[in-house]
């Protein structure tokens, strides 16, 4: 199969995991908000908290099991995992819009996932992050099959620094992540820079020299 066509199976299954998980949470919020989801949150029953625990790693370990067939090397095993997580995340919110006509804008608070503790934002924080993995997953996942390239120092330090200012953006508040306390105003600006980092660092990686490819073994007769 080809480069594109393994792209595009893998965005499928993006898609179809995005409704799976949408459906999901239509019946959680049956169960733990019957009046409908808002902050702050809600307790939540010890065992049900630990079923979805365990389903949100599941969730991690399926969609890196479907980078790892769509890949041939490193970064584009990488690449089919931000792109099927991206393509999830929106499908996801796509099918709370369809199912429940939620969220009623971009700005509306969610709950973006539970380990360590809650993470907390506006639908348009998780939205954002999500389309810029699937374009420069994309984008990476192409380029990688003809042109081969390593990041460099200034790349790790990018996507790495641009990581850490989303997460701090998402769990710095404690108080309504743990103890069902209303939300602080979200640090949009640190959100900016968060995302202006990881641009850099997709920039960087894609414009890199490419690697020269290793001749491929010689077949034994």
């Known amino acids: 199969m080809t480069v594109r066509g393994r792209l595009v199976w893998t965005a499928i299954f993006g898609a179809a995991f995005g409704w799976v998980e949408a459906?999901?949470?239509?019946?959680?919020?049956?169960?733990?908000?019957?009046?409908?989801f808002a902050l702050p949150l809600a307790p939540i029953d010890p065992s049900l908290a630990v079923v979805e625990l365990v389903r949100e790693a599941a969730t991690l370990a399926m969609l890196a099991a479907v980078a790892m067939l769509a890949g041939r090397t490193r970064w584009q095993r990488f690449a089919a995992f931000i792109v099927a997580f991206g393509v999830w995340d929106l499908v996801y919110y796509l099918g709370l819009k369809l199912a429940l006509d939620w969220p009623a804008?971009?700005?509306?608070?969610?709950?973006?996932?539970?380990?360590?503790?809650?993470?907390?934002?506006?639908?348009?924080?998780?939205?954002?992050?999500a389309l810029l993995m699937v374009i420069f997953g994309s984008l990476v996942m192409l380029e990688e099959e003809v042109r081969p390239r390593r990041a460099d120092v200034l790349a790790w330090l990018l996507g790495a620094a641009g990581a850490l200012v989303l997460l701090v953006t998402w769990l710095y508040d404690l108080d309504a992540g743990l103890r069902q306390a209303e939300p602080a105003p979200y640090p949009w600006?640190?959100?900016?820079?968060?995302?202006?980092?990881?641009?850099?660092?997709?920039?960087?990686?894609?414009?890199?020299r490419p690697v020269n490819p290793e001749p491929p073994p010689a077949r034994s007769r």
């Open 105 to 129: 804008s971009l700005a509306t608070w969610d709950v973006l996932f539970l380990l360590p503790w809650p993470w907390l934002g506006p639908v348009y924080a998780p939205a954002t992050v």
């Open 23 to 36: 459906a999901v949470v239509v019946y959680l919020r049956r169960i733990v908000y019957p009046d409908g």
């Open 189 to 208: 600006p640190w959100f900016v820079v968060g995302c202006a980092l990881l641009v850099g660092c997709g920039v960087r990686f894609l414009t890199r």
